[in-house]
């Protein structure tokens, strides 16, 4: 693994919104990321099933690393 993506893993690592979710990173390579995260039960909502915004939370974590794994800042931003 170069530099930049070592980096990488290692501010995800560090992220305190994704310790805070329990992400971890399995894997990165260039443009593409793993990442996992176990349901807890305080992250599922009143049907009892994983809330949408946990599983966007985790689809955003996976797009940071990709998105950003070949060197160059980048966002997903829109107005």
């Known amino acids: ?3 930049t993506l070592k ?3 290692k501010s995800f690592d ?3 919104f ?3 979710m329990g ?4 894997e990165i390579d260039y ?3 793993l990442i996992k995260m176990e349901n807890k ?3 599922n909502n009143i049907f009892g099933v994983t ?4 599983i966007f939370s985790l689809i955003d974590g996976a797009f940071e690393m990709a998105a950003n794994s070949h060197g160059t800042i980048a966002v997903a931003l829109g107005r």
């Open 23 to 26: 992400m971890h990173l399995m």
């Open 51 to 54: 809330h949408g915004g946990v």
């Open 14 to 16: 560090e992220e305190p």
């Open 1 to 3: 693994m170069d530099e």
């Open 31 to 33: 443009g593409k990321a």
């Open 18 to 20: 994704a310790k805070k």
């Open 41 to 43: 039960h305080e992250m």
């Open 7 to 9: 980096a990488l893993a």
